[in-house]
């Protein structure tokens, strides 16, 4: 499992030219992927952005065990499949999206410290949201190592078994049950000891 220390050393240690970028220009390039993320509606055109953020990713030399980072939300894109009815090419424009988001967002923060990502954000947006957005991205790695812990424990209860379908669906319920549980209290128990260490819920930052 990639640990948020690891993530944070490839960001601060990259040498890179995506690294030298200004952490301005990278954020409003990462808006655009949203907004294409958004606004397009052909499958060409995702696969022209998500190759586009690939071969950013591999230009960069960003490590390739960080690129599996890109694929964990889709595990909560897989509920579309119920929705929509199982239609392919309305699945595989969902599937193109969640990547392309998530694979912007590991690059940007594969190659830019979080302090300046967060320092920028506060300079445009309210100081609330900005802390929102630090301990959502410090959740999603206490989320993974516990998606890690649940997989073992799924695996070790007989995990998914074509053969016995009843069964494999009381498993993978009670997992994804335990993921939501351990999440929050994981998630909670993060944020009260940050207030023991002084978190006035503000993020304060200093540049060089």
Not at 16 to 30: C, D, E, N, Q
Not at 155 to 163: K, M
Request: hydrophobic share 55%; glycine share 8%; aromatic share 14%.
């Amino acid at each position: 499992m990639i640990q948020l220390s690891y993530l944070d050393y490839i960001a601060v240690e990259g040498k890179r030219f995506l690294h030298r970028f200004s952490p301005t220009l990278k954020i409003i390039g990462m808006v655009l992927v949203l907004l294409g993320i958004v606004t397009l509606r052909s499958l060409p055109g995702l696969l022209l952005l998500y190759g586009t953020l690939v071969a950013l990713f591999f230009i960069t030399r960003i490590p390739i065990k960080i690129f599996s980072l890109t694929f964990y939300p889709l595990i909560f894109a897989v509920l579309f499949i119920f929705i929509s009815g199982f239609q392919i090419h309305f699945l595989l424009l969902i599937f193109l999206k969640v990547l392309c988001g998530s694979t912007g967002v590991v690059l940007l923060l594969a190659t830019t410290p979080y302090p300046m990502i967060f320092s920028v954000l506060g300079r445009i947006l309210p100081d609330s949201f900005v802390t929102a957005l630090f301990l959502t991205y410090r959740s999603v790695f206490i989320l993974l190592n516990i998606l890690e812990e649940t997989q073992h424990a799924l695996y070790l209860r007989g995990g998914f078994q074509w053969r016995h379908p009843w069964r494999s669906l009381i498993n993978i319920s009670n997992a994804f049950g335990h993921l939501m549980i351990k999440g929050i209290d994981a998630s909670e128990k993060m944020y009260e000891s940050m207030l023991l260490r002084g978190f006035k819920n503000k993020i304060f930052y200093r540049g060089k």
